[in-house]
């Protein structure tokens, strides 16, 4: 059903002609009549009867004038709901890993229940490939991801990233290890080559980081144990069941050492992402927005306490 000939309905209803209506809206009777005799057909039955020399709405035709005020009135709101300029309303849904939720979005929720009280935000924890697959059965609008330098996710053209930050990784080993001869990537990971590796239980970008640097140090990681959280993690390499890549800047469990990795760098990149055609709707922008604005504020935060060390 057209809006458009939901609307010469109405104004058929309220001016009684469709020479006026022709004239109201600037096209001609003949087009009226047409557009009003393809509605009818659409609803499978008579909307207009003749009247003399004129017509009128049929009992059918006067109650579907009545609605089609509803649904006029509610296609205008959906307008100015979903103008790139509107006030933001509305639900939005987000998929992301814990990290980023944890840190960035729940802050921005807490500020949008002052700001913008409208805006509802579902939240639902998950690894990259999990919301991405979301994303791509629209069963969420915005997926918070990641990737490593190490190991750069696969680009997909109906999607738009937008770049958050960047956060540098490190090396996770006993703290009764061996003080870590030399100071690169590939001579800490050849220290630790005897050792079981601890890989990430839901996504497979660090084991391909790990297998990476460890093939370039010249052996094969022996990966044996998964976890998905980073506690688990740091708890596993205190009890002695192997090393694995943590965040620097982590508070390390007592047990736990932090072996910095560079020349090369590891580091995690987040991202934004959104389905393109999408990334305009206000709620969507404004909490990419937020969380982008968060995200600099940290850094900036982080490059002013360095300075000052």
Same mark, same amino acid.
């Given at each position: 059903?057209?809006?458009?000939?939901?609307?010469?309905?109405?104004?058929?209803?309220?001016?009684?002609?469709?020479?006026?209506?022709?004239?109201?809206?600037?096209?001609?009777?003949?087009?009226?009549?047409?557009?009003?005799?393809?509605?009818?057909?659409?609803?499978?039955?008579?909307?207009?009867?003749?009247?003399?020399?004129?017509?009128?709405?049929?009992?059918?035709?006067?109650?579907?004038?009545?609605?089609?005020?509803?649904?006029?009135?509610?296609?205008?709101?959906?307008?100015?709901?979903?103008?790139?300029?509107?006030?933001?309303?509305?639900?939005?849904?987000?998929?992301?890993?814990?990290?980023?939720?944890?840190?960035?979005?729940?802050?921005?929720?807490?500020?949008?229940?002052?700001?913008?009280?409208?805006?509802?935000?579902?939240?639902?924890?998950?690894?990259?490939?999990?919301?991405?697959?979301?994303?791509?059965? $629209?069963?969420?609008? &915005? *997926? !918070?991801?990641?990737?490593?330098? +190490?190991?750069? =996710? /696969?680009?997909?053209?109906?999607? #738009?990233?937008?770049?958050?930050?960047?956060?540098?990784?490190?090396?996770?080993?006993?703290?009764?290890?061996?003080?870590?001869?030399?100071?690169?990537?590939?001579?800490?990971?050849?220290?630790?080559?005897?050792?079981?590796?601890?890989?990430?239980?839901?996504?497979?970008?660090?084991?391909?980081?790990?297998?990476?640097?460890?093939?370039?140090?010249?052996?094969?990681?022996?990966?044996?144990?998964?976890?998905?959280?980073?506690?688990?993690?740091?708890?596993?390499?205190?009890?002695?069941?192997?090393?694995?890549?943590?965040?620097?800047?982590?508070?390390?469990?007592?047990?736990?050492?932090?072996?910095?990795?560079?020349?090369?760098?590891?580091?995690?990149?987040?991202?934004?992402?959104?389905?393109?055609?999408?990334? $305009?709707?206000?709620? &969507? *922008? !404004?909490?990419?927005?937020?969380? +982008?604005?968060? =995200? /600099?504020?940290?850094?900036?935060? #982080?490059?002013?306490?360095?300075?000052?060390?």
């Amino acid at each position: 059903m057209e809006t458009r000939r939901l609307q010469l309905l109405v104004e058929l209803s309220r001016l009684g002609s469709m020479r006026a209506v022709a004239d109201v809206l600037g096209t001609t009777t003949s087009t009226v009549s047409q557009q009003i005799a393809s509605l009818a057909a659409e609803m499978g039955t008579a909307l207009i009867e003749p009247h003399g020399r004129r017509v009128r709405l049929t009992p059918a035709g006067r109650r579907l004038a009545e609605h089609a005020v509803t649904i006029l009135a509610a296609v205008e709101v959906a307008h100015h709901d979903l103008a790139p300029g509107a006030e933001p309303s509305g639900t939005l849904r987000v998929a992301g890993f814990a990290t980023a939720v944890r840190s960035y979005l729940l802050p921005v929720v807490t500020h949008l229940a002052v700001s913008h009280p409208r805006v509802h935000v579902l939240i639902r924890e998950h690894e990259p490939s999990e919301a991405l697959g979301l994303l791509a059965d $629209d069963d969420t609008d &915005l *997926a !918070l991801t990641y990737d490593y330098n +190490l190991a750069p =996710a /696969a680009g997909d053209p109906t999607v #738009l990233a937008t770049a958050l930050w960047t956060a540098a990784w490190g090396l996770g080993v006993p703290a009764s290890a061996d003080a870590v001869p030399g100071t690169t990537a590939l001579e800490v990971f050849a220290r630790f080559r005897t050792h079981d590796w601890i890989v990430n239980s839901r996504n497979t970008a660090d084991e391909t980081v790990i297998r990476t640097l460890a093939s370039m140090a010249g052996f094969a990681p022996r990966v044996t144990h998964q976890a998905d959280n980073l506690d688990l993690v740091q708890g596993m390499i205190a009890a002695g069941l192997g090393v694995g890549l943590l965040p620097v800047g982590t508070v390390t469990f007592p047990g736990v050492r932090l072996c910095p990795l560079t020349s090369p760098d590891v580091e995690l990149r987040a991202y934004a992402v959104a389905r393109r055609g999408r990334v $305009d709707w206000p709620p &969507l *922008a !404004l909490v990419t927005g937020l969380i +982008l604005q968060r =995200a /600099a504020n940290r850094e900036r935060a #982080l490059r002013t306490r360095r300075g000052t060390e």
